[in-house]
């Protein structure tokens, strides 16, 4: 089944509290909104996932909405992941899981997404490949496999921020970043992980590190690094803003799907923080891409492109 844009993760349901304790339970979560990052502008393409059998209860009716493929998700647990996610003040959260520590430590390699879960779906046809693995994870043992499958697909990593909380992972979060075609970090994982203390030291950093990235500022916008140069776009509609969950993730799709695309890069940041901004709208992924809908992001997405780059006289 050969397919333009494999996204490759893990699938939760998430009950998110806020730094103020207020719970909103039961909402669909994890990489489902990398899977919607690029949604917003293009319907080829399947998630790879583990899940349990109650998949289709929770699952079914957004994907049936979606016109979503089903056929990379392997029921592979005995139920699908159910975790709290918990921020703090700063935006970073904490996520653990409802049925317990010992349903993680039982299930948790179960879940994690294997080489051979890819491969099904990967060929000379494939454009762009998203992980969403931990650098501990067996799938970085076999990414010559999968470029091989895939030889002209660009492979984005969106860095793991307990990856970044430890220390002793350091060297191999670069080993990473050095095996893809492109990586995404935030604000605070950058400072964390470069040491640094402030945006512009991060963006030096980034920029210096010489690998394309999408580097997300939070509600300022995001930046595409690429070619020793950055590319800024802030971020859209915040006064409609209800929810962060997944932001970052539905950025880093539409980024993925700019980058292989070959669009330009300020293209690649505005068509990231739109679809981030969609996002945003609810508890949840969007519920409901059309294709009016993708004509008019696409739309203003030309608009914003022509503002800033007569804003920006360096832009070319």
Aim: proline share 5%.
């Amino acid at each position: 089944m050969p397919l333009t844009y494999l996204i490759t993760g893990c699938t939760h349901i998430n009950d998110l509290i806020d730094a103020t304790g207020h719970a909103t339970i039961a909402q669909l979560g994890g990489t489902i909104y990398t899977v919607n990052g690029i949604k917003t502008y293009c319907d080829d393409l399947v998630f790879v996932t583990t899940a349990g059998p109650d998949f289709g209860d929770f699952f079914g009716a957004y994907y049936a909405a979606n016109q979503l493929s089903s056929a990379g998700v392997y029921h592979v647990l005995p139920r699908t992941q159910y975790n709290f996610l918990s921020y703090q003040p700063d935006g970073r959260w904490r996520e653990y899981s409802k049925y317990g520590a010992d349903f993680g430590a039982q299930w948790g390699a179960a879940a994690l997404i294997q080489s051979a879960h890819v491969l099904p779906f990967a060929s000379t046809q494939t454009r762009g490949i998203y992980l969403e693995s931990s650098v501990t994870e067996p799938i970085w043992q076999d990414l010559a496999t999968i470029r091989a499958a895939a030889p002209h697909a660009k492979i984005m990593w969106e860095v793991a921020g307990w990856d970044i909380d430890d220390p002793a992972l350091h060297d191999a979060i670069a080993a990473c970043i050095n095996q893809v075609d492109i990586y995404s970090i935030n604000l605070p994982e950058s400072m964390a992980y470069f040491g640094t203390n402030t945006e512009a030291e991060s963006l030096a950093a980034i920029v210096a590190l010489g690998k394309p990235c999408l580097f997300r500022v939070g509600t300022n916008g995001a930046y595409m690094v690429q070619s020793g140069q950055a590319y800024f776009a802030p971020s859209y509609d915040l006064a409609h803003s209800v929810d962060p969950t997944g932001c970052g993730n539905c950025a880093t799709g539409a980024a993925l799907y700019g980058y292989a695309e070959g669009l330009h890069p300020l293209r690649t940041v505005v068509l990231a923080n739109l679809a981030a901004a969609l996002n945003a709208r609810q508890y949840g992924p969007y519920p409901l891409y059309t294709a009016a809908l993708r004509a008019e992001l696409l739309h203003r997405a030309d608009s914003e492109f022509t503002r800033l780059t007569k804003e920006n006289s360096h832009v070319s």
